[in-house]
């Protein structure tokens, strides 16, 4: 593994705070942060265009937080879950409905780091990713 993988100095993550309570593994300013965010609604209950645009600026307020990349290794929070193999974290952000998707700097997306062979292995357990969804699945 890496140092890159395996050494987070939170203070490169002062000026992202769900960053931060990740790197520290401060759950409750995590839990804090996340259950601030602006919640959206139900996609049945979208019924105008006004509707859909206001849902879209709540996407938009959401992703603001739980998207941020603009730290290190330009990596989203959930990329520091994962590198840090936080269980918990990692609920938190997929009841959120981050987007697991997201590259980083690199070009890797946090399921990159979901290999049969590693401990992070569990954290696509916990935020329930198919095995198929892993990029090193067989």
């Known amino acids: 593994m890496s140092k890159k993988s395996t050494t987070i100095k ?3 993550y002062a000026l992202s705070p769900v960053h931060y309570a990740v790197a520290v593994g401060d759950h409750t300013a995590l839990s804090r942060h996340v259950s601030s965010l602006p919640r959206l609604i139900d996609p049945s209950r979208v019924l105008t265009k006004c509707d859909s645009l206001t849902q879209e600026r709540v996407a938009d307020q959401i992703s ?3 998207d941020r990349w603009d730290v290190p290794f330009g990596e ?3 990329h520091v879950v994962v590198r840090l193999n936080d269980a918990f974290a990692a609920w ?3 009841s959120a409905g981050v987007d697991i998707s997201l590259q980083n700097s690199s070009g890797a997306s946090t399921l990159f780091h979901f290999s049969p062979t590693t401990p992070s292995r569990r954290l696509g357990q916990v935020v329930s990713l198919p095995p ?3 990029c090193c699945a067989p």
């Open 10 to 12: 939170p203070e490169d």
């Open 64 to 66: 603001t937080i739980l």
């Open 76 to 78: 989203t929070p959930l």
């Open 92 to 94: 938190t952000f997929a």
């Open 132 to 134: 198929e969804a892993c």
